[in-house]
């Protein structure tokens, strides 16, 4: 009796792996609306399993979007000129427009 309960289990088990890997690889031929979530459901175990790793993807991806601090200078913008040992910064002052 306990062989033919292991049996069977054994056989749900492998029919299930069967259906899981026929529908994955239906959802990898034909991409729809629907495989979506499971690739985002099934990329998420990242954060449950290694959060550190998952925290080091998300700050390397947000790296690819940063800009600069400070725009770099034009060329029409006003010459300055830092004295250190006063500790002045002096701006020419561009000619009056006409």
């Not at 026929?22 to 031929?29: C, D, I, L, P």
């Not at 010459?79 to 009056?96: C, E, N, Q, Y």
């Given at each position: 009796m306990?062989?033919?309960v292991?049996?069977g289990?054994?056989l749900?088990g492998?029919?299930?792996?069967?259906?899981?890997?026929?529908?994955g690889?239906?959802m990898?031929r034909?991409?729809?609306?629907?495989?979506?979530?499971?690739a985002?459901?099934?990329?998420?175990?990242?954060?449950?399993?290694?959060p550190?790793?998952?925290?080091?993807?998300?700050?390397?991806?947000?790296k690819e979007?940063?800009?600069?601090?400070?725009?770099?200078?034009?060329?029409?913008?006003?010459p300055?000129?830092v004295?250190?040992?006063?500790?002045t910064?002096?701006?020419?002052?561009t000619p009056?427009?006409?």
């Amino acid at each position: 009796m306990t062989l033919v309960v292991f049996a069977g289990i054994a056989l749900l088990g492998v029919v299930a792996l069967g259906l899981i890997v026929v529908v994955g690889t239906r959802m990898v031929r034909n991409p729809d609306e629907s495989s979506g979530s499971m690739a985002d459901a099934f990329g998420s175990f990242i954060d449950v399993f290694d959060p550190a790793r998952a925290r080091a993807d998300r700050d390397l991806d947000s790296k690819e979007h940063q800009g600069e601090a400070a725009p770099s200078p034009d060329d029409d913008d006003r010459p300055v000129t830092v004295d250190l040992r006063s500790g002045t910064a002096r701006i020419r002052r561009t000619p009056p427009r006409t």
